[in-house]
């Protein structure tokens, strides 16, 4: 049990263009969504937090108009990715809990961005 | 700030034990977490330890934390080679801050 799931897997985009990313709980209901962003050889870092039905909260220095995240039912948050360059490419995992706060997460397998 | 410290890189022979070590700095966290990271996957949760703990023993996994050093280890015994995967120590008071992980080597 506990599978959470991310769509795509990969995707390759034109710089400009906007990129969306789906992380889904397949067989519970996520009160709670995280979304981190992991550079090469780097840590996971928290992008942002989304509750059902309530605006994420977002990390420090976090651009919330960049990255657009909707958290509209109980099994689905998507991140959008606006006017995509080449510094956003990097693997962006989602992770959800089914309380609210940092209780046990259950992490995707991750989204890899690459922006040409 | 919050930081958490581990190395990038640790080769152990199959059958032998893997030591992984970490540290952090934040006294107040509550939590302290071990997850892998395979090829391709997810994080997975392997073993957790409240801070008011000294040792967690969980089959082949054993959890190590040292408070007044602010130090936690992961030892695996009898390793083996699908253990091969990134190790990530992680702490966690508001919000779960991760080490960069351990890339797991293992060596016939």
């Known amino acids: 049990g506990a599978v959470v799931s991310q769509h795509p897997s990969w995707v390759i985009c034109k710089s400009g263009t906007s990129v969306k990313i789906e992380c889904r709980s397949l067989d519970f209901q996520a009160t709670t969504m995280f979304w981190y962003r992991q550079f090469p050889k780097q840590s996971l870092m928290l992008m942002a937090t989304?509750?059902?039905?309530?605006?994420?909260?977002?990390e420090q220095g976090v651009e919330k108009d960049k990255f657009l995240i909707n958290h509209a039912s109980l099994t689905l948050s998507t991140l959008t990715v606006t006017s995509a360059h080449p510094e956003d490419s990097s693997f962006y995992i989602c992770s959800a809990s089914w309380t609210r706060g940092m209780n046990e997460q259950f992490f995707g397998p991750g989204t890899r961005l690459t922006v040409l | 700030g919050e930081d958490v410290e581990q190395s990038l890189f640790l080769s152990v022979r199959e059958g032998d034990s893997s030591v992984i070590n970490c540290t952090y700095t934040?006294?107040?966290?509550?939590?302290l977490y071990w997850y892998k990271q395979e090829p391709g996957a997810g994080l997975q949760l392997l073993t957790y330890i409240f801070s008011n703990m000294d040792m967690k023993q969980d089959q082949r996994l054993t959890v190590l934390l040292n408070k007044k050093d602010k130090h936690l280890s992961l030892r695996i015994a009898d390793t083996q080679t699908g253990d091969s995967a990134i190790y990530f120590c992680?702490?966690?008071?508001?919000?779960?801050?991760f080490g960069k992980g351990t890339r797991l080597h293992i060596l016939p």
């Open positions: 989304s509750n059902e039905g309530s605006k994420a909260t977002y």
């Open positions: 992680a702490e966690r008071d508001d919000k779960i801050i």
């Open positions: 934040d006294s107040s966290s509550t939590y």
